[in-house]
């Protein structure tokens, strides 16, 4: 991928705000169910069903990659220490802390109902508002109504007049069936549709308030999972995940880019999508053949 200079970032074309929607445990399934809210969010933008997670394919693991810009290796979090530790490697801010640094006014979202998402991977800042559930262990009764509070809650801020520089909507309950269910069941196929519709209320929310036009968004999932349900192997089912990224300024590269992407690589969309240079630690790069506005693959 490119890791964008100081002229690429001044001749990018940026957003006033991004939206990040993130699928646990929903892999690269979704041109497998019907989901016509990514559909239309998603289908003039650069879908890539071929990224990879990190291993271990846990999800600690690689929502932590995914914000804080590099791999488990370095960050060390994964659902153990999520659930136990505030975040402290401050060496590797999440996108949140580099975007907080950049416009100390603006407010930010961070909601999920699996609680080590904002207790042990997102910093605490004061800029940023942290809607959480009571989950510790993942229930799928308990997530389903959490996914659907959770959605409630962030649109609720919205309707409120909070305007998010960053909006990261994060939904539990696929994954939940994932281990309950296996991939094949029904329920798991449900949930995905379940979130899709989700997806699509707050998206509406934004497009009431013109947002659509100057937002970045990204659809992500962490990892997949086996036939039989669960994950944490290195098999091409459950590492081989879903990074898609639309925006209607026109500088997003319509289809399956050829480009390799993992999962720390979310964040430097995040941030090359705010025009903002990522830190000098991170290792995640701007795949090739997302943007129009960067170089393409040699």
Not at 190 to 217: H, Q, S
Not at 250 to 268: H, L, M, Y
Not at 272 to 279: A, R
Request: aromatic content about 12%; some cysteine.
């Amino acid at each position: 991928g490119v890791l964008p200079s100081a002229d690429d970032l001044k001749n990018a074309v940026t957003y006033e705000r991004v939206l990040i929607f993130g699928v646990d445990g929903a892999g690269n399934y979704f041109p497998q169910v019907n989901t016509p809210n990514i559909d239309r969010i998603f289908g003039e933008g650069s879908v890539n069903y071929n990224a990879m997670s990190q291993y271990p394919t846990t999800s600690a693991h690689n929502w932590t990659s995914m914000f804080h810009g590099v791999r488990y290796q370095k960050h060390g979090v994964n659902n153990y220490v999520a659930e136990k530790k505030k975040y402290s490697k401050t060496q590797y801010p999440s996108v949140f802390k580099v975007c907080a640094d950049a416009y100390p006014e603006a407010k930010m979202i961070s909601a999920a109902a699996w609680y080590p998402i904002n207790y042990g991977i997102m910093e605490d800042l004061d800029n940023l508002i942290k809607i959480t559930g009571p989950q510790k262990h993942k229930d799928d009764k308990m997530l389903t109504a959490g996914d659907a509070n959770m959605k409630d809650s962030f649109i609720a801020e919205v309707k409120s007049g909070v305007s998010p520089k960053i909006g990261f909507m994060y939904f539990a309950q696929v994954d939940e069936f994932g281990h309950a269910k296996g991939k094949k069941s029904s329920e798991y196929w449900d949930a995905i549709e379940r979130v899709d519709g989700y997806i699509g209320e707050v998206y509406d929310e934004y497009v009431a308030n013109g947002w659509d036009k100057d937002t970045l968004f990204l659809l992500v999932t962490d990892h997949g999972h086996r036939y039989l349900g669960g994950h944490g192997d290195n098999s091409k089912t459950e590492r081989t995940v879903t990074i898609a990224v639309a925006g209607a300024k026109g500088n997003i590269i319509k289809g399956q880019p050829n480009g390799k992407a993992v999962t720390q690589d979310v964040a430097s969309i995040v941030l090359y999508g705010l025009g903002l240079e990522q830190p000098s630690t991170w290792e995640g790069r701007v795949p090739y053949g997302v943007f129009n506005t960067l170089p393409t693959e040699k």
